[in-house]
């Protein structure tokens, strides 16, 4: 696409988009003026919304993007932008992750400015990873980008929310108001525990009970139920009405405790610090339920932990400060494990000593093992989700099998890494059985139809794909390993998909002229290779027919 000259994009359906922007103007007018002859009510509100839902298709109507040999130009109904190509570091995809199953990821394309800016385009978007139409803009714009420009990167890079150039703003803001919550939970514990001790202590008020104290004793009154109305939901309150509105015209209960009582039951009141606590009938109690302090401590910590799980996110977006903004971060979930580890004793002792954690020995010891324990999770966290580079594994084999990119004619050419004489055991015992690794081809060839894949196998027979983790090579298509040359091996980009695993690595792989992608766990990706650099005949011939039978998992 060396011959582009300018690429525009425009919205589509945009009649459609004028028309529901006229008609919510249309909308908007009318409730205001109803809104103005017979007074706000719900008139101004509703067209207060259509307003901004007619903003908002006018906005996306008005929208467009035009590329020639001089930059990019943006138009939107605020504002007019255009970069020049020499002020454009990059073009990106930038990928909107949807939360619903129902609604799919959007794709926008973004520019990378010099000055470490980054500027999103209105156009052109697309809800499908596969819309010619949005690729063959992309590939135009990055046409234009090499021409007029000079582009940092050779791929497309695509960044979404599990990528290093995702921002964290979002997550710390998460974390900042789980700790205030969890803050403002711990700040009433010890005013509940004080009026839990003072419900407990309090005595029936007496005659010669002072007025000034009958806020801290219990009065009894007596009543009788003329009806009750019970809801069905939790979010309602459901309410006991008295006869002749004595000692008050009702009382707001749960819906169990209005179905408790019926229209005619003589009950009993307990009134503590003006708010009655119990209704005591013939058959039924009913209990005012007030937070206690260890369901308030309970609050706190669950907030306090919910909080982990975000600032783990802003930890390891901090920790990969460095990494291309394409490649993909290491998943939090091991913090979120040892916070669920952490809940196990640190629920149970909020609740059970919500105000005694620094004076009980036994809280104290209880604390201090727990601590111990989610020390032991969290440093087991932190390694487990280090970044692990290529470089780091070349002891492993890779940086013998990255030497076949010298290698050319027939495909294959592989260069022989010398192994010691532990490796060279391993191998001869990896040859007769068959070992089922994880790993995919992210592209659909002939051993790879429609990307079926789940497992390679290797050892006992030629290395094949299978749809199975074994046992047996059911369903295995061979790999031509005489075909494949290893280009390089790197880490997961935001463009190699969702469905690879933040951990594994890719190998790029050229299969006869077609790059094509391999993912795996670096460990298994490196023995992989391995076996794609070693001679297959000698591989064949040191394995005896009689002992290539077996199967190991």
Same mark, same amino acid.
């Given at each position: 696409?060396?011959?582009?000259?300018?690429?525009?994009?425009?919205?589509?359906?945009?009649?459609?988009?004028?028309?529901?922007?006229?008609?919510?103007?249309?909308?908007?007018?009318?409730?205001?003026?109803?809104?103005?002859?017979?007074?706000?009510?719900?008139?101004?509100?509703?067209?207060?919304?259509?307003?901004?839902?007619?903003?908002?298709?006018?906005?996306?109507?008005?929208?467009?993007?035009?590329?020639?040999?001089?930059?990019?130009?943006?138009?939107?109904?605020?504002?007019?932008?255009?970069?020049?190509?020499?002020?454009?570091?990059?073009?990106?995809?930038?990928?909107?992750?949807?939360?619903?199953?129902?609604?799919?990821?959007?794709?926008?394309?973004?520019?990378?400015?010099?000055?470490?800016?980054?500027?999103?385009?209105?156009? !052109?978007?697309?809800?499908?990873?596969?819309?010619?139409?949005?690729?063959?803009?992309?590939?135009?714009?990055?046409?234009?980008?090499?021409?007029?420009?000079?582009?940092?990167?050779?791929?497309?890079?695509?960044?979404?929310?599990?990528?290093?150039?995702?921002?964290?703003?979002?997550?710390?803001?998460?974390?900042?108001?789980?700790?205030?919550?969890?803050?403002?939970?711990?700040?009433?514990?010890?005013?509940?525990?004080?009026?839990?001790?003072?419900?407990?202590?309090?005595?029936?008020?007496?005659?010669?009970?002072?007025?000034?104290?009958?806020?801290?004793?219990?009065?009894?009154?007596?009543?009788?139920?003329?009806?009750?109305?019970?809801?069905?939901?939790?979010?309602?309150?459901?309410?006991?009405?008295?006869?002749?509105?004595?000692?008050?015209?009702?009382?707001?209960?749960?819906?169990?405790?209005?179905?408790?009582?019926?229209?005619?039951?003589?009950?009993?009141?307990?009134?503590?610090?003006?708010?009655?606590?119990?209704?005591?009938?013939?058959?039924?109690?009913?209990?005012?339920?007030?937070?206690?302090?260890?369901?308030?401590?309970?609050?706190?910590?669950?907030?306090?932990?919910?909080?982990?799980?975000?600032?783990?996110?802003?930890?390891?977006?901090?920790?990969?400060?460095?990494?291309?903004?394409?490649?993909?971060?290491?998943?939090?979930?091991?913090?979120?494990?040892?916070?669920?580890? /952490?809940?196990?004793?640190?629920?149970?002792?909020?609740?059970?000593?919500?105000?005694?954690?620094?004076?009980?020995?036994?809280?104290?010891?209880?604390?201090?093992?727990?601590? /111990?324990?989610?020390?032991?999770?969290?440093?087991?966290?932190?390694?487990?989700?280090?970044?692990?580079?290529?470089?780091?594994?070349?002891? /492993?084999?890779?940086?013998?099998?990255?030497?076949?990119?010298?290698?050319?004619?027939?495909?294959?050419?592989?260069?022989?890494?010398?192994?010691?004489?532990?490796?060279?055991?391993?191998?001869?015992?990896?040859?007769?059985?068959?070992?089922?690794?994880?790993?995919?081809?992210?592209?659909?060839?002939?051993?790879?139809?429609?990307?079926?894949?789940?497992?390679?196998?290797?050892?006992?027979?030629?290395?094949?794909?299978?749809?199975?983790?074994?046992?047996?090579?059911?369903?295995?298509? !061979?790999?031509?390993?005489?075909?494949?040359?290893?280009?390089?091996?790197?880490?997961?980009?935001?463009?190699?998909?969702?469905?690879?695993?933040?951990?594994?690595?890719?190998?790029?792989?050229?299969?006869?002229?077609?790059?094509?992608?391999?993912?795996?766990?670096?460990?298994?990706?490196?023995?992989?290779?391995?076996?794609?650099?070693?001679?297959?005949?000698?591989?064949?011939?040191?394995?005896?027919?009689?002992?290539?039978?077996?199967?190991?998992?």
């Amino acid at each position: 696409m060396t011959d582009v000259r300018e690429v525009s994009c425009r919205p589509p359906g945009k009649r459609v988009l004028l028309f529901l922007a006229a008609l919510s103007a249309a909308g908007a007018g009318a409730a205001l003026v109803r809104a103005a002859y017979r007074g706000p009510g719900g008139w101004l509100g509703g067209g207060l919304l259509l307003g901004l839902l007619g903003f908002a298709a006018l906005h996306k109507a008005t929208a467009r993007v035009r590329a020639d040999s001089y930059g990019v130009h943006s138009w939107t109904l605020l504002r007019r932008r255009s970069v020049s190509w020499g002020d454009i570091a990059d073009l990106r995809v930038r990928l909107k992750y949807a939360n619903t199953p129902r609604v799919q990821d959007t794709r926008g394309v973004s520019l990378l400015l010099r000055d470490g800016r980054e500027l999103l385009l209105p156009l !052109p978007r697309s809800r499908s990873y596969d819309d010619p139409d949005f690729d063959a803009k992309l590939n135009a714009f990055r046409a234009l980008h090499r021409l007029h420009g000079t582009p940092e990167s050779d791929h497309v890079p695509v960044v979404s929310y599990r990528t290093a150039g995702r921002g964290w703003a979002g997550s710390l803001a998460l974390c900042l108001l789980l700790l205030g919550g969890a803050g403002l939970a711990a700040w009433f514990v010890p005013n509940a525990a004080s009026g839990e001790r003072a419900w407990r202590s309090a005595t029936p008020c007496t005659a010669g009970t002072p007025a000034a104290e009958r806020d801290e004793c219990l009065t009894t009154l007596t009543a009788v139920i003329a009806r009750t109305d019970a809801t069905w939901s939790r979010s309602k309150s459901s309410w006991l009405y008295f006869v002749d509105g004595r000692p008050l015209d009702r009382l707001a209960v749960s819906s169990d405790g209005a179905r408790m009582f019926e229209p005619g039951d003589s009950v009993e009141l307990t009134v503590w610090r003006g708010e009655v606590r119990e209704v005591v009938g013939e058959r039924h109690v009913f209990r005012l339920h007030v937070p206690a302090s260890g369901e308030l401590a309970v609050v706190a910590a669950v907030c306090l932990l919910a909080a982990g799980y975000p600032g783990a996110r802003v930890l390891l977006r901090l920790r990969g400060r460095r990494l291309p903004d394409d490649e993909v971060l290491p998943s939090a979930l091991p913090f979120a494990g040892a916070l669920v580890g /952490t809940a196990l004793w640190l629920l149970p002792l909020s609740y059970l000593h919500p105000t005694t954690l620094l004076t009980d020995p036994v809280a104290i010891t209880w604390a201090a093992a727990g601590s /111990t324990a989610t020390a032991a999770f969290l440093v087991w966290a932190w390694r487990t989700t280090r970044v692990r580079t290529p470089g780091e594994i070349a002891a /492993t084999g890779v940086t013998g099998v990255m030497g076949v990119m010298g290698a050319t004619g027939g495909g294959g050419g592989f260069a022989e890494k010398e192994t010691d004489e532990k490796e060279t055991d391993e191998t001869e015992t990896d040859a007769e059985y068959d070992v089922f690794l994880a790993a995919r081809f992210l592209e659909s060839t002939d051993y790879n139809p429609y990307g079926f894949g789940t497992h390679v196998v290797l050892g006992g027979g030629p290395l094949a794909v299978t749809p199975h983790p074994g046992p047996g090579r059911f369903a295995a298509k !061979p790999v031509p390993v005489e075909r494949l040359v290893v280009k390089e091996v790197r880490r997961v980009r935001g463009g190699d998909g969702d469905t690879v695993p933040s951990g594994w690595h890719i190998a790029e792989l050229d299969d006869a002229g077609t790059p094509v992608r391999l993912a795996a766990a670096p460990d298994d990706l490196t023995r992989i290779l391995r076996e794609l650099a070693s001679d297959p005949l000698r591989r064949e011939a040191r394995v005896s027919p009689s002992r290539r039978g077996g199967t190991r998992r």
